[in-house]
């Protein structure tokens, strides 16, 4: 009975040690997590609702919500040309539950004194889109080409109202670059995105815009509006007949983009989910067509490749800006 009893007792204290490695398991902080993400996902938009930034968030948001199985909720923070929505994502968790969409200024805020925002202090998810940039007026406007254009700007210094989506943005830079090549000298006008810069200009309110063509189409289709010159090495299949400025002699080229990042920090296996989930969203056949229609050009990049082009940008801006007349 003895040598029964002690059997028993080996026993039941091997089942006790058993049991009790298994609860230290799963009490003692020893569990696998849980899958991410576990809850929406904050997209902040550093411009106001409407225009080409918002419109490319919006459906990106939509394409990442199928990969992910999750809400992403697009939220827009105007000011400060980027800054105000860009500065937000960088103080946040940096536990993937926020990201953000960044323009070309991304990599412009440093040089422009706007802010001390680079792309060397947040990570980096991914790139989604290149936006050529044209010369955009009024359809009833005095000028029917660029020659015109630039000849009634030097007949009538600071006249020509020209509306950008912000100080130091890309189209403020963009329209700058342009005034000091071709030695004219325009009035800008700041709005908090491009959008409200067209609608001033259908509105009367400015005399031209140089953003994103994408923003002006339907303003040409209206009949308007009307584009001058594209700002890209090549003519946009949209507008065939349109020159570019590189034609005309004039050695001016430039393109926005927007890609996606979260805060300095992000844990890399968070990291992967969201750029999978945005390359998903990028190369969706809804997100190439909306981007054909708004003559934008889907154009990924992974992280690692993002990270090395916005360095290269960055270190563009901060050579180019300083020589420049900005106003």
């Known amino acids: 009975m003895k040598k029964v009893a002690v059997v028993v007792s080996l026993l039941m204290g091997l089942l006790v040690g058993c049991g009790s490695q298994g609860t230290q398991g799963t009490q003692g902080g ?173 509105g009367g309110h400015v005399d031209a815009v140089m953003v994103g063509i994408g923003e002006v189409k339907s303003g040409v289709e209206a009949k308007k509006l009307k584009v001058l010159a594209v700002m890209t ?21 430039f393109a926005g983009w927007g890609g996606f990042v979260v805060p300095k920090g992000t844990p890399n296996e968070v990291k992967t989910v969201l750029a999978d989930a945005l390359k998903h969203a990028v190369n969706s056949d809804s997100f190439k067509k909306f981007a054909d229609e708004r003559s934008m050009i889907a154009a990924y990049k992974g992280p690692e490749d993002f990270a090395a082009f916005a360095d290269e940008q960055f270190k563009y801006f901060n050579e180019l800006i300083p020589t420049m007349k900005l106003k």
Not at 32 to 54: H, M, N, W, Y
Not at 87 to 110: C, I, L, R, W
């Open 30 to 202: 020893q569990a696998p997590k849980a899958a991410f993400p576990e809850k929406e996902i904050t997209l902040v938009v550093p411009f106001a609702a409407g225009g080409a930034s918002d419109a490319t968030s919006r459906i990106i948001a939509k394409g990442m919500e199928e990969k992910l199985k999750k809400p992403v909720v697009v939220v827009n923070k105007p000011g400060g040309t980027g800054g105000v929505g860009m500065s937000f994502v960088q103080a946040s968790p940096n536990d993937g539950y926020t990201m953000g969409y960044v323009p070309a200024e991304f990599a412009m805020h440093k040089a422009l004194g706007l802010s001390d925002l680079e792309p060397s202090k947040f990570d980096l998810i991914g790139q989604a889109t290149m936006v050529p940039a044209a010369v955009t007026v009024a359809a009833n406007a005095p000028y029917n080409t660029i020659e015109e254009f630039i000849e009634f700007a030097k007949k009538n210094p600071g006249k020509v109202k020209v509306g950008n989506s912000g100080s130091g943005s890309i189209w403020h830079v963009a329209a700058s670059a342009f005034a000091n090549k071709v030695g004219v000298t325009f009035t800008d006008i700041p709005f908090e995105g491009a959008a409200p810069a067209v609608t001033a200009l259908m």
């Open 233 to 253: 090495a090549e003519r946009d299949k949209n507008f065939p007949d349109v020159p570019t400025l590189k034609e005309k002699g004039i050695d001016v080229q």
